[in-house]
């Protein structure tokens, strides 16, 4: 049997879960809270992060999301997310590491302290310049969505793909802490409307993090 | 023909080299430096990041050490790196996580933003306390690869893989940059004199950056 470690609100598990959900794996997902530095989730992964996948039976860890998807990629062959020629897996890979550098770098991790962080440990407010900050690096990210799909239909290329994942994954996130604004993105809202209506999707917008409520049009399909 | 965007101390470059070398592939090496950011490297990476490697017949760009290893790993069997069963190219996978953004962050980053970016960016002296971090936490990581080397032959197991290449590579631009004590860490350091002393390590070793030179034990091969 597999167990996630993970959180509600970790982009990263999220990508893990979408691609499971896509592939219909099955696991039971375990609550971690990785800034509490718990001693034996850290003798499990020494870098201390989610998400982490366990197969309690045959005593294998997977750890870092992109081992995680490479593993299930390589050995469940439906709906397989790295599609194409080698070429097309590396264009796939690329985005993949885009929005898991670069787009949480800029976005997710500092929504992440102020809105997360900031509360459940800290227990101070938000700075208001780094949420702007975010918030403005949010417009630039999903400007280079509508110009994936003004030549694509999905973001790495005509098939849905692992850059798909990750990339709703991270928005996902940022949307849940209100840092994104759809306006004149029609483009990017409309694909993401699109992730959001799949069955792997479903779970995860009806999960909530105590304390911190999304807004009121997260989980809505139409919006 | 393929040419490989990079410069002389960028680790994820000399990852990429190693790999190249190990399974003979000729390329042409391009001296591109990203505190720069050229315009036209900017057209073809967005992150502005090296290493890049470009097939200028085929028009093909490949973004990212990780995606270029996996390209070439796909592409060419000679002297595969990622193998296994899945779940020995997810230990594989870990490790280059583990030093491409562990080691990194914790050593080879701070090294180069003070012995390098402030020489030749700011023109400014290091900041001693961020050297003095960077050689403990160097001092950490040598006890991970000791205990790893206890129980392996290689850091990922039997076989020379990509973990080895990816730590040999972070690891000699810290030994450039003088962050490196191999005092106490006789495993780690048989281990990389090994890795030092192949055919796809040497021409490595012989490179300078202009005004930083390393220190003089850096490139024996006995030492
Ligand atoms: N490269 C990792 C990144 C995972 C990551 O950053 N996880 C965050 C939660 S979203 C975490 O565990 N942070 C705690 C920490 O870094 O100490 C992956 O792709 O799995
Ligand atoms: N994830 C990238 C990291 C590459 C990277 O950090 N490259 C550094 C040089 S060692 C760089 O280009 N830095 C310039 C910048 O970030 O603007 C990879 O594995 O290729």
Redesign the interface.
Known sequence: MWQLYQFPLCPFSRKVRLLLGEKGIGYEPVRESPWLRRDEFLDLN??GQVPVMVDTDRG?A???S???C??FE??VDKAAMLNGT??D??EI??LV??FD??FFRDITAPLLEERMIKRLVHRTAPDARALRDAMKAAVGHLD?IDYLLDHRTWLAGPTMSLADLAAAAQISIADYLGGIDWKSHEQAKRWYVGMKSRPSFRPLLSERMDGIPPPSDYDKLDD
């Open positions: 020494p870098t294998v997977l750890i870092d992109t081992v995680i490479e593993f390589e050995t080698a070429v897996r590396a890979r690329r590491v885009w550098s670069n280079y």
